[in-house]
Structures are given as structure tokens and as C-alpha cells.
């Protein structure tokens, strides 16, 4: 991850980047689970401690395949690329003590109001059978066009307020090998166009599927946008209305997250 990292951050040097989507799939296979790695994710992101996965675990286990996509021949840089919205599949729960074959590619290059986006898919597979699917959507802003968020968010009955400590973010880096620095630093966030210090959208995902935890079935999906960033240190409000559920800025109430679970398409 240091080498990637670094390829990341020499790249605003090369002089050229392509203009389509490498046609690549990167693979690990037989990933185990460190015990130790999980339990301190659950603790991070408010899962309870136990053997089966939560759902976001393995795109933690796959972002460095994403990132070594990213880094290598790509028509956008990661250091521009924002996450604007993420799926998850699973078709059955994942154990601590399966080995996972995990699979990476891209796909989708598409122009956006403010600049392009793209997918990243990545697949989990057990002996053979693929029983998780990830597909995140990211956006390489390269123009100011667009807008933000919605702004006629009705917010659902409040269920939780969450206090966001001013660390959640360099933990959260911890766990899962996503160091962008808007996450980490004040300074940092602001040299990248924030104002402040924001939490991952991934965090900000599981956090909502541990507040879900006991509710949903084994076999489920879940579609989010990320709408707006959520400042730390700082509250996040969290509410549910019907198969949707919703997180906002407790302060200014602006929306940062909405969501919904379904029946996943296979």
C-alpha cells in the first residue's frame, strides 16, 4: 500500500493519461481473515464483535486492488476522484474463517456535470461461487458545474444521533488503507477544497448497516449516495423511513447520506 500510495502521489507528473478505462481485472485469491483487523473495524465502524462479516468488510479487503487499479495507467487521478455512491450484494453472510478469491475492475467511464465518473466492481468469491459484489461510483471533479447536495431534504423521524469524534477518520484509515487526506487533517482536507476535516463515506455506510444490524436478512442489498460531506468532529442525525434510511449533518442539517435495502438482483 506505501508503494501504491506513492504511485498515487506522482502521478499529477506523468504527462499523459489515457482516455478510456484500462481493460484490466486485478485478483488475490485465498485472502484470509485476520481476526484481529476485523474486530478492530467493528469497533471502529459499531458492529458487534463476531465471526460472520459485516457487509462492508470485503470492500475494505479489496481497496487495495482498487487503489492499484487507480495508480496504474488511468484516465483520471485518484487524488481528484470523489465517492458519490456505493452497492452492495450479498448473497449469503461471509464467515471470519472463509477464504475469499476477490476480483477488481473497472467500468462505465461517463461524463458528469462536474467532470467524470466511473465504477469500480469488485467480487468476493468462496470456492468458487461469487457471493458478495461491490460497485462504487466515483466522480473526478474537473469543473465547478453542478451542484451539491439536495435541497429539499425532509429528514425521516430521528432514530440515533451519533457524536463523530475529530479521530474517526485517521481510525477509520486504520482499518481499511483509504489515507485520502480530507480524511485525516484539517490542513490536509483544506489543500483538497474541504473546510474542514470529513468523515469516509464507508464509515459513514457501515455505521448505518451496524445500526441496522439484527434487521436485515442474510441475503440483502444496499444502495447509498453520498449527498454532502460530514464534518468531525461533529453529530450525524440517523433515521429510517420504510427500506430507506438517511444520515444529515445534526448542525446545519444538511443530508450526507441516503440509502435503501433491497432484494439483491440475483
Known amino acids: 500500500m506505501k508503494r501504491t500510495y506513492a504511485r498515487v502521489a506522482l502521478g499529477p507528473l506523468r504527462l499523459r493519461r489515457p482516455d478510456e478505462l484500462p481493460d484490466r481485472v486485478l485478483s488475490r485469491e485465498a485472502v484470509a481473515v485476520d481476526r484481529a483487523h476485523l474486530a478492530a473495524y467493528d469497533r471502529v465502524c459499531g458492529f458487534r464483535l463476531r465471526d460472520e462479516l459485516p457487509a462492508t468488510y470485503p470492500h475494505v479487503l479489496a481497496f487495495p ?7 496504474g495507467p488511468f484516465p483520471v487521478s485518484p487524488l481528484r476522484v470523489v ?17 475469499l478469491d476477490l476480483r477488481v475492475h473497472a467500468e462505465n467511464l461517463a461524463p458528469h456535470p462536474r467532470g467524470r465518473q466511473f465504477e469500480v466492481v469488485a467480487e468476493a468469491a468462496v470456492d468458487g461461487a461469487t457471493v458478495w459484489r461491490g460497485r462504487s461510483t466515483y466522480l473526478h471533479r474537473e469543473g465547478s458545474g453542478g451542484g451539491g447536495g439536495r435541497t429539499d431534504f425532509e429528514p425521516p423521524p430521528l432514530r440515533a444521533l451519533w457524536r463523530v469524534p475529530g479521530d474517526v477518520g485517521r481510525r477509520y484509515a486504520a482499518v481499511s488503507g483509504d489515507r485520502n487526506p480530507i480524511h485525516l487533517h484539517p490542513l490536509a482536507a483544506r489543500a483538497f477544497g474541504q473546510k474542514g476535516t470529513i468523515a469516509h463515506g ?10 441496522l444490524e439484527g434487521s436485515l436478512p442474510s441475503a440483502f442489498a444496499v444502495d447509498v449516495r453520498f449527498k454532502n460531506p460530514l464534518p468531525v468532529p461533529g453529530k450525524a442525525a440517523f433515521g429510517v423511513r420504510g427500506d430507506e434510511f438517511f444520515v444529515w449533518d445534526a448542525k446545519s442539517g444538511r443530508p450526507v447520506l441516503d440509502g435503501r435495502t433491497s432484494t439483491p438482483a440475483g
Open 65 to 71: 486492488l482498487a487503489l492499484e487499479l487507480m495508480a
Open 83 to 99: 465517492h458519490i455512491g456505493n452497492r452492495i450484494e450479498q448473497d449469503r453472510p461471509l464467515r471470519a474463517d472463509e477464504a
Open 202 to 211: 464507508m464509515w459513514t455506510k457501515a455505521r448505518c448497516l451496524a445500526a
